[in-house]
Structures are given as structure tokens and as C-alpha cells.
């Protein structure tokens, strides 16, 4: 933005909170038409956003920015079309504020309900991506959230072009304008003061790197959820049913390599794994994809590489597969405890108690069993929408979708009580 | 304890993260054989307990504490009779570990399931109050987490005696005694490592001063849950029943004025203030109430004193009552946005369109209707036991029974499933 001056992170926090209010009493029908209006706009100012996504890209290009991240950058019409449709399908789902969660009445009279209601401020903070900018607004609007987002300063513009737009929609259906901030301090310090904000900010959800993620949630006084990080391992038991394994150890590794829910590391258990790893794993390289072995699998399969321990440690988002041969289910176990994200973990197998000793003991969001880790994701799992995979304990886990953005408060009737 | 060396608040919260896996699959007959177990043996040990109380006590008149918070700390054999019945009560309650939330078929055939798990490993921080330490150790391990103690320095001898007690008859039952710690490290210093284990930890609960728990939410880095400070408000309304409107606040101010969800201010519409105030405030002043009013209050009750603006900020926890006349419901709602610490806030009133705007306003755990603020409560809401009253909006708010000390996991079961 060239035009006005910058305003400060606590300025838009401040008016977010301001708006926060409002926002939680706006009836289902007036979100709703204020998301279909923000859909619209986005069709019909389609030739802006792309103008303003063109000076990113041109930005970026000048600064250095990789190939791979101007992809990832660059928007064209169809996938405008396709955001303004998922804008469309958050208007469509239930809204979840309002919703009486449970209610009882005591012996003496008093009447106690917990009513779903918005947490009130969320904020987001993300790499490179325009349409997050769009996914987030819309997911914070339905659930009557005021949003602050921190998106990418290589993305600025675009985010700037959509949010604006969005935004003006948004006040026309009735929205307080000031529900939606996108940050114009996109510096590295500013995340810092952003996380701090805890006066006006009820959550804040970084997603990006490994990095990123640690400095938020340590750093954070507005409670943060820790997303996205996904060292995510497939274990092929002793007793898989090997057909399985080897289509599924592929998928996992191979469908998307780029997203949190692919697989990282393959474990195996020594009695298959003579049978198993020269053919899966000539199948992966096959595919692009460069092994990293312990000692056992360099023997069996002598192009690997030999792994190390920061590979057993690392997140690859690539094609690489860190391969290791347990001696056993509980070995398995051990190094998922030690290495893993808490993220999503896969067993194959048909024997029933080793699957069950697997869903106990692995602490993940989501425990796969003769199944891709591939599939933890909140449109899979029918959500309709992800904010995010939460891959910590508190408040929400795995996929976040609508409720996962909500809170809940406790209203008490009597007639004069006292205690 | 002099007998052995001081552990590290490390070591302590590993020992107590290394046994929370074990823990977290323990089955619900052995949790509460655990629990019945434990109380057989606080009834057992207590002439062990009152002697190690007594240290405290003796410790801590040389040491010049308060009359009344050695009176806090004071134990007896009735009051451990009391404490060892409430282990009991809570053996009794539901396991809510194991129980499927929610489950679904994918069209594709996967089964999806939200399973509800231990957190894993829960550490409290709490002030001299012996009893908490039972409670703390009982909530965890009925939900299978392992508990981090980290008491008063001024209780640690009878801390110590209670959880030695405990440990010991649940290690015989069958749970790791690793689960339960008490910190040797009773420093304030101490207080600061433990909120950064967060390799260890999974929550961290404040329970004291509302400078502790600002503290601790600011600086931990293990997730951390805002408890307790409740500057509850009573707002009577232009429409209230006068005549339950003054046993209501003399009730909420008064009951027992040293708990959070004692009311600490009194808001009162113009349009009553004069049938009302005088003789409200000359009741509460006879039941040994110092009333601390606006400007107007004075004039219609010349004994009040003038209020400050950090009376209204504060939670006296003690027979201090700041008043103020509002002009309308809605000055009523910004005073509460103002000053209000989200805990509890009643409105007294006949009008049903006041009372839901008052309900849709204010943001608190809990909002009362015609109701003493003295109803938030875990015990008075009948969840069988609590760990505290959450202040925030995300994973708990309100009263914290077992349902908030666990999380949950998807388990996802495919046969060879790939995307």
C-alpha cells in the first residue's frame, strides 16, 4: 500500500477488537449474505487482484524470490474462480455459533446452558499464499471472529487487492469493516508485537516453517496454536498385508510432497523387511525419491543413502525418505516418540493387537491405520474447511475447522438464587 | 524433605513425562482401585500428615506468615477425613478417557473416529492450600495424566507428606509412581523454568495472585490456562425485582467474600438507584461491607468512600464493594468490558430484551441471570470436581471439570486406503 500511511499492529489490533463485539451478535443470515456479496466481488474484481498479484510477482522476481515460490505466489483467473466457490461452500455450512452445546436444570431451579460463542479475535500469520488470505477471512466471518492477518510482505499486494475487496463487501452486507485487518507491518519484528497483543487478541495461529512456528508458541502471550509441522512416519508391521503397504508407503511419500500430511520416514519391521524394502523402495526411487537409510536398509537397498540422526529429525516437505528397520513394534514406537511431530502416524497391518498397541500408544493428532497419512486433512475428514492441523493438545487437535474457532460460555438463569 | 537431595524441576517434570505414556492406556479399574487406595491411605497416615503439617505451621509463624493464612494451611484429622472422601467422590465420577466423541464412514469407506485421550502431562501452580495437592493428584490421575505439584514453599512439608502417602498407594495399585511429582524446587525462580518444559509438559494451570498467574500466561511457553481472577460484577437493572436484587448482591458480596466468584462491584441503573442504593449499601455496610462509590452513589449514600479507578480494577477478595450508577444497560456493558476480568457477571432483571443483550454483551465464562455470581462453580454446576475456573476462551472456560483435562485423537482406519 503506497497511498495511506501505516497504520501500527496495535491500531489494527486494537480496531479488531473494537469490532469483535458486533461481530459476535451478527445474526446467521447476515454473515452469510455478507460471504456470498465477498464471493462475488471477488469474481467481479477478478482484473484487479490480478494487477496487484502481477506487482508481487514482479516484486519477487526483482528481490530473488525462487521459481517455486512465485508459483506458489502467482494467481490467475481460474483459481480466483475456485477461491470465490470456497468462499461460497463456508457461507453453506452450519453455523456454529449460538448452538447450545449442553443445558441441565440443577434440583434447586437454577437453569445452566453452555452456548457456543466466538473466541472474539484471531490471528493469523502465513507464508506466500493469497488464497489463505481469503480462506481465513471467510472461515473467521462464520464464525463471527474479527480477524488480523499477518500475511507474507512478498504477498502484500495480493492480500492488500483481496482483502479489500472483501472487506468492502463485507461492510455492505453489514460487517463492521474493521473485522478484517490485514497488517500493513509485515516485517520479521512485527510478529513479534503481533503475538504479544494479548489485550485484543484471543488467538493466534502461525503456519510456515518449523521456525516460525517454535518462535510464535514460545514467544506468544496470546495463547497460539502450534500447526502444520508434520514429520509424519508409515510403520509396516510385521503383519501387513504387504499388497497394501506398498501402494500406500508410495501415496504417503509421493502424492504431495509438499504438505504437511506426507510421509517422512518409513519404518519397518525386520521380519518383512528382505521382502519388502528392495521392491518398495526401488519403486520410490523410481519416483524421484532419494532414500536415506539406516545400516539395514543400505544392505538391502545399496543406492540409499545412509541416514542421519537430523534426518530422522527433519520434515522434508520434498522428495526424500528417511528408512529405518525395527526390530520390533515397540522399536517402532520408540522412534515415532523420539522423532515424531505429533502430527499423523500410520501403521499397516492386519494384526489387531499390534494395530491397538499402535492407536495407544502414539501420541499424534491422527493415528492412520492401512491407511495414507495423507488423508488427515479437514476436507477429507468432511469438514468443509481448515483453518489449519493442530498438532498440539490444548483447545484443538488435528484439522481445525469451524468449531475448532469457536469458544463456549456458560449461562445461568435463576429466579432470585442465592447461595 | 531434608532426607534426600533437591531433584531439578527437569528431572521432575521428565520422570513425570516418561511415566504419562503408561499412564494414558491404564484401564479405568485400575485408576480407580488407585484412587480408593489412596484415600484408604491419607485416612491411614494422619498423624504422618498433621506432623508434617505441623512443621509447616511452626515454619511458618517463625517466619511470620498471617494468622489467616496459617489458618489456610492449618490441617485436621476432620478435614483430612473430608479430603480423603473427595479422593472417593471422584473415583466415583465417569472415565472420560476412551470415549468416542464422534466417529463417521467416509463414502470412500474409511472409518473416522475423535477418541478422547489424556492431555499427558498437567502441571499446577497453587498457593498454600494442602487440600489442592490431593484434589490435583486425584483429577490427574483419573484422567490419566501424569501431574507436575509445584506448591507453596510454605506448605512443601505437608505437600510432600500428602503426595509421598498417595504415590506410594498407587504405585501398589498398579500406576507408575513417576506420574506424581511434587517440584523439591519451591523457588520463585523455580516457577519460571517450569512454565518453559514444554518438551515435557502439555498444560500448565496458576492457580493464586492474579500477578502469578499474569506471570505465568506471559512467559510460559508450555500452554498455559488463565484461572481465577474473577472481578465479577452485579449489574441491577431499571427492571429488576428490587426484592431479589438485595439478597442477590448482599449473597454474592458477602457468602464468602475471599473466592473469585465473589461479586467485587455493584452496578446499578440511575432509574433504581434511589429506591434501591440506600438501603442495599446501609445492609451491606451492617454486614461489615467498606462500600466505595461514584459520585452519585455518595450523594445517596453519604458513608460511602469516593471509588478510584483502580477499584474498579481490582479484586478485593476481601469486604470491599465498589458501586456505580450507570445510565442505561449499556453504560452497564462497557464498565464490564472496561474492568470486567471475564469471570462471572449477573444482571438482575424482569425485561427480557435486557436480559439477552446482557447475555450476548458480556464476555465472560459466565454470564447469571437473576443469580448470585457465587453459582460458577464446578461442584455447584455438578461436574463432581474442579481444577480451577479458566478465564479464557480457548480449550477450557469456566469451571474445569475432567472433560478439560484431556484432548482427544482421530483414529483413522482404511484397508490400504491412498488418496
Do not use: F, L, Y
Given at each position: 500500500m503506497t497511498t495511506t500511511s501505516q497504520r501500527s499492529i496495535k491500531t489494527q489490533c486494537k480496531d479488531a477488537y473494537e469490532a469483535s463485539s458486533e461481530l459476535s451478535t451478527l445474526s446467521t443470515q447476515v454473515k452469510n449474505d455478507a460471504l456470498l456479496d465477498m464471493a462475488d466481488a471477488i469474481r467481479n474484481n477478478i482484473p484487479t487482484i490480478l494487477e496487484a498479484n502481477q506487482r508481487d510477482i514482479e516484486n519477487g522476481i526483482q528481490n530473488g524470490l525462487s521459481t517455486a515460490l512465485v508459483d506458489r505466489l502467482k494467481l490467475n483467473e481460474e483459481r480466483m474462480m475456485g477461491v470465490a466457490t470456497s468462499v461460497e461452500e463456508i457461507a453453506a455450512l452450519k453455523d456454529p455459533i449460538g448452538e447450545t452445546l449442553t443445558g441441565w436444570k440443577q434440583p434447586n431451579g437454577l437453569e445452566i446452558s453452555k452456548v457456543r460463542v466466538p473466541l472474539g479475535v484471531i490471528s493469523i500469520i502465513y507464508e506466500a499464499r493469497p488464497n489463505v488470505t481469503v480462506d481465513a477471512i471467510s472461515l473467521a466471518i462464520k464464525t463471527g471472529n474479527a480477524i488480523v492477518l499477518r500475511g507474507s510482505s512478498s504477498a502484500y499486494e495480493s492480500n492488500k487487492a483481496l482483502s479489500d475487496v472483501m472487506r468492502s463487501a463485507a461492510e455492505k452486507a453489514g460487517v463492521p469493516g474493521k473485522a478484517i485487518q490485514l497488517l500493513d507491518?509485515?516485517?520479521?519484528?512485527g510478529v513479534q508485537t503481533l503475538i504479544k497483543m494479548d489485550d485484543y487478541l484471543n488467538l493466534v495461529i502461525p503456519r510456515g516453517g518449523a521456525g516460525l512456528i517454535q518462535s510464535v508458541v514460545k514467544n506468544a502471550t496470546v495463547p497460539a496454536i502450534e500447526t502444520g509441522v508434520g514429520n509424519c512416519h508409515v510403520y509396516v508391521d510385521k503383519d501387513a498385508d504387504l499388497e497394501k503397504a506398498l501402494p500406500l508407503v508410495i501415496n504417503a511419500k509421493?502424492?504431495?510432497?509438499?504438505?504437511?500430511?506426507?510421509?517422512?520416514s518409513l519404518l519397518i519391521h525386520q521380519d518383512v523387511a528382505e521382502t519388502f524394502l528392495p521392491q518398495c523402495l526401488q519403486a520410490l526411487s523410481d519416483a524421484g525419491v532419494e532414500i536415506r537409510g539406516c545400516e539395514k536398509t543400505l544392505a538391502l537397498f545399496p543406492p540409499a543413502k545412509a541416514v542421519t540422526d537430523e534426518d530422522y529429525y527433519t520434515e522434508f516437505l520434498d522428495l526424500f525418505l528417511s528408512v529405518k528397520v525395527v526390530s520390533s513394534l515397540d522399536g517402532a514406537l520408540e522412534h515415532i516418540k523420539t522423532y515424531?511431530?505429533?502430527?499423523s502416524e500410520a501403521i499397516v497391518s492386519e494384526n489387531v493387537t499390534s494395530i491397538q498397541s499402535f492407536i495407544d500408544h502414539v501420541d499424534a493428532a491422527a493415528v492412520l491405520v492401512n491407511a495414507s497419512t495423507r488423508f488427515t486433512d479437514g476436507g477429507v475428514f468432511g469438514f468443509?474447511?481448515?483453518?489449519g492441523i493442530s498438532?498440539?493438545?490444548?483447545h484443538a487437535r488435528g484439522p481445525m475447522g469451524l468449531p475448532e474457532l469457536t469458544s463456549y460460555k456458560y449461562i445461568v438463569k435463576g429466579d432470585g438464587h442465592i447461595r
Open positions: 507491518d509485515t516485517s520479521r519484528e509421493t502424492h504431495r510432497p509438499s504438505v504437511c500430511n506426507s510421509a517422512e515424531g511431530s505429533h502430527h468443509g474447511a481448515e483453518m498438532t498440539q493438545k490444548t
